[in-house]
């Protein structure tokens, strides 16, 4: 006989309808210190007029030594919480993407939650480079679509100065420190991140990677001396990889949304290259004004990039409510990534 006191088991999760997620407040961090072409003239081998013509960078930011990647991760999220008006004892989950942990573990995600006082939220690191930020908006919304949280803040944070070689011509010009950040909730309409695509190709690891640091080589004397803690790149394959991912990504995003690029008011598109995003927007034939670009200013920051980037463009008033923006991305992995959102 069933015991009629007991009450039913309850499965939260079967409370509630699916709900749409959107983004309800941005946040970006930069440091203070601009490093120029003109400066990286007189470190490396390189000119202002190579650096500008092949990558469209001009300047990138430079965190001091005492900033962490966490530090500039808290400080996106509180300019995010600020604008959504979310408290930090609101906040269920915490998502860093980053390539640039404080260290190794803990997560930067538990650094930034003692940071901003957000007790009772869980928080976790995910690593898919410059794609991270938009895998982290797919899998903050699945929580909450799924009934699990109501509330999440998603960072990309990156301190890549300090995994720079600063002597090495064919990278240092191209990277930069930052952190973006976005708070997403259901706001009971049907606007919000429409879709998501993401994907990955393992077998092209070795052409943009970190090779020490973790448990293949662990720190050593040998290491240090042969420079395997620094980033590493073959930037043409890089380039020829990034352009035919971000095409298709952006090209299944628009797809599963039956949209076309004429329905998009704002494609941001990772800060990597300007080459590389001209080429991407001749091929999904979006003119350039509709395309978001700061990479001139900031450099590629990873998996801030494009949070910065969507900030920015946000706050710029590039677009406004219900209209359709395009965001996609590419990164060591090889990794990538695209999502709809209506504003
Ligand atoms: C890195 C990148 C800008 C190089 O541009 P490129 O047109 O492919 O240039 P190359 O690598 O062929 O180099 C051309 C020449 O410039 C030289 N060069 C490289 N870096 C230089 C620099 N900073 N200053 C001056 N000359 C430089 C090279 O040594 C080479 O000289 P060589 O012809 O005498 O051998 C480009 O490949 C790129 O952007 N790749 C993708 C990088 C990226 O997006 N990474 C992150 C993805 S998330």
């Not at 120029?36 to 030594?65: C, F, H, Q, Y």
């Not at 090779?211 to 662990?218: D, E, H, I, R, S």
């Not at 620094?230 to 599963?256: D, P, S």
Request: aromatic residues 6%.
């Amino acid at each position: 006989m069933p015991n009629s006191t007991k009450p039913a088991v309850r499965n939260p999760r079967s409370k509630r309808p699916t709900r749409a997620v959107h983004i309800v407040g941005t946040g970006s961090y930069v440091p203070d210190r601009v490093l120029t072409n003109a400066d990286l003239e007189k470190m490396v081998d390189t000119t202002d007029e190579w650096i500008t013509t092949r990558s469209g960078i001009k300047e990138r930011r430079i965190a001091p030594d005492y900033m962490c990647t966490s530090d500039m991760g808290a400080e996106a999220a509180r300019r995010a919480m600020e604008q959504a008006g979310v408290r930090e004892d609101e906040i269920d989950l915490i998502i860093c993407a980053t390539i640039t942990p404080d260290m190794p573990f803990p997560a930067t995600a538990c650094l930034i939650q003692q940071k901003l006082g957000a007790k009772k939220s869980a928080a976790f690191d995910i690593e898919a480079a410059c794609s991270g930020f938009l895998y982290g908006v797919e899998i903050g919304q699945q929580f909450i679509t799924s009934g699990t949280y109501d509330t999440v803040l998603v960072v990309g944070a990156e301190k890549l100065s300090a995994i720079v070689d600063w002597t090495d011509r064919q990278t240092c010009v191209l990277f930069g420190d930052g952190a973006g950040a976005a708070i997403l909730r259901s706001r009971g309409e049907d606007h919000g991140i429409l879709t998501t695509c993401m994907g990955a190709d393992g077998s092209q690891a070795d052409i943009l990677l970190m090779p020490a640091g973790g448990a293949k080589y662990p720190a050593s004397k040998e290491s240090v001396s042969a420079g395997m803690h620094h980033l590493k790149m073959a930037g043409k394959e890089v380039f020829k990889n990034a352009i035919i991912a971000m095409q298709t990504a952006a090209e299944e995003a628009l797809r599963k949304c039956n949209l076309t690029i004429a329905d998009i008011k704002c494609v941001i598109p990772h800060q990597a290259n300007s080459r590389i995003i001209e080429a991407i927007a001749e091929r999904l034939g979006a003119p350039m004004e509709k395309v978001y670009m700061n990479l001139h200013r900031y450099g590629n920051v990873s998996a801030a990039s494009v949070a910065i980037a969507l900030d920015e463009a946000a706050r710029e008033g590039r677009f406004h409510h219900g209209d359709l923006i395009l965001l996609v991305v590419f990164g060591s992995g090889l990794t990538w990534a695209s999502c709809v959102i209506q504003w």
